[in-house]
C-alpha cells in the first residue's frame, strides 16, 4: 500500500511539473518583469542611440539572471518625446531615452541645457551634467514622477538650409527654420533673425521637400539617418544647442521594483549612456564625412554674433523661469555653468 501511495504521488507530482513547463504563461514566465523602454530617434543599429539601448538591454538581462526582459520601442512606435515623457510620468512606459526639448514643460530647470551656447564644447557638457548642477536638475523629475537616470549624447546642433551658407547670424535673416516645441529654442532662433517654426519631427522631411520651411537645426547623426541630405543643401557648422538625451524611468514603477533590480537597472543605464556618448564622438566624424560625399555643403560659422545675441537677449530671459520665479537664482545657475571649469 506504501509503495502504491509513494508512486501515486511521484506521478502526480511529475505531471505537475510537465504542466507547470508546458503552460504558456507559467509561474516562471509571470514573474519576469518586462519593460518598455521607447525613444522616438532612429532604427539604424550603428547609431550610437541604437547601440547604446541595445546594451542597456543585454547588461539587464544578464544581470538580472533574465528576471527582467526589456523591449526596446524605437522611431516613435509609442509616440513622439512628448508623448513618451507622458507615459513614463504616468507609468504606462516603464523607461524611455528622450531628448531635452519637451522636458522644460516638466521640470523649468531642464530649460538650462537649451539655452544656445551654454556649453564650450562636449567637454564642458560632461564636467556640467555629471557634477553637482547636473544632479540638482536630475533630482527635481521625481517632484513630477520620473527617475531621471542618467544622461548621454545627443550632440551638438547645426543648422541646415536650401537656401544659402549660414556663416553668420546675418545669414539666417528671414529663414524659416524648423524648431523642436522647446520656448527657449524658438525664442533664440526668432532671436538670431530667423523665422521658427515649431514643428513635430515625423513631419519634417515632408516639410523641407515641399518648401513649407527653409531649413532646420540637428545633431550630425539625425541630418544622416532622415535622410536631409536629399532635401538639403546647406550644412552650417553652428554648434548653437546642444543635444543632451536622458534615460528615464516611471517613478510609479521604479518603486515597485527591489533594490537589487533598481541598482541593475541604474548602473546599466549610467554605462549604457557612456556607451553613447564614446560611440556619438566618432560616428559624428564619420557622419560629416558621408554627407559631404552625399552632396551637401559644409561650411564653418563665425559665432561671435550668436554668442552676444544668446548672452545679452536669450539668457536674461529666462533668469526667472530657470530659478523658479527667483531670477537672481536663475542666474547663478546660468552662471555657474558658463564658469565651470
Not at 98 to 115: K, Q, S, T, Y
Not at 206 to 220: I, K, S
Not at 223 to 242: N, W
Amino acid at each position: 500500500m506504501t509503495r502504491k501511495l509513494v508512486a501515486a504521488v511521484s506521478i502526480l507530482a511529475l505531471v505537475a511539473g510537465i504542466a507547470l513547463f508546458m503552460a504558456p504563461e507559467s509561474a516562471w514566465a509571470a514573474k519576469q518583469i518586462v519593460v518598455k523602454f521607447a525613444h522616438n530617434g532612429n532604427t539604424i543599429p550603428e547609431d550610437p542611440q541604437n547601440i547604446a539601448c541595445s546594451a542597456f538591454k543585454k547588461m539587464v538581462e544578464e544581470r538580472s539572471g533574465g528576471a527582467i526582459r526589456v523591449d526596446i520601442y524605437p522611431a516613435a512606435q509609442l509616440g513622439d518625446a512628448r508623448t513618451i515623457v507622458e507615459g513614463v510620468q504616468m507609468g504606462t512606459i516603464e523607461m524611455a531615452d528622450i531628448e531635452n526639448g519637451p522636458l522644460g514643460r516638466f521640470v523649468p530647470e531642464a530649460m538650462l541645457w537649451d539655452l544656445p551656447f551654454i556649453f564650450r564644447d562636449i567637454d564642458h557638457a560632461h564636467k556640467v551634467l555629471d557634477g553637482d548642477i547636473g544632479q540638482f536638475v536630475q533630482k527635481k523629475f521625481t517632484d513630477v514622477g520620473i527617475r531621471h537616470l542618467a544622461y548621454n549624447d545627443g550632440g551638438f546642433r547645426y543648422f541646415t538650409n536650401n537656401v544659402r551658407p549660414v556663416k553668420s547670424m546675418a545669414d539666417l535673416k528671414n529663414l524659416k527654420i524648423r524648431v523642436m516645441e522647446s520656448k527657449v529654442m524658438i525664442d533664440t532662433i526668432n532671436a538670431f533673425g530667423a523665422s521658427a517654426v515649431p514643428m513635430a519631427f515625423g513631419e519634417l522631411y515632408t516639410a523641407l521637400q515641399q518648401g513649407v520651411v527653409d531649413g532646420q537645426e540637428n545633431p550630425m547623426n539625425l541630418i544622416y539617418s532622415q535622410r536631409f541630405y536629399e532635401v538639403q543643401k546647406f550644412l552650417s557648422l553652428s554648434g548653437h544647442f546642444y543635444y543632451p538625451r536622458q534615460y528615464f524611468a516611471s517613478e510609479s514603477w521604479w518603486k515597485t521594483l527591489s533594490k537589487e533590480h533598481q541598482d541593475i537597472i541604474a548602473r546599466a543605464a549610467k554605462e549604457a549612456c557612456d556607451i553613447q556618448r564614446t560611440e556619438l564622438a566618432k560616428y559624428e566624424i564619420e557622419m560629416r564625412k558621408v554627407l559631404k560625399e552625399k552632396g551637401m555643403e559644409i561650411n564653418e560659422v563665425d559665432k561671435t554674433e550668436f554668442l552676444k545675441t544668446a548672452q545679452e537677449n536669450i539668457y536674461p530671459a529666462y533668469y526667472e523661469t530657470l530659478g523658479s520665479g527667483n531670477a537672481d537664482y536663475g542666474k547663478e545657475l546660468v552662471e555657474r555653468v558658463v564658469n565651470t571649469k
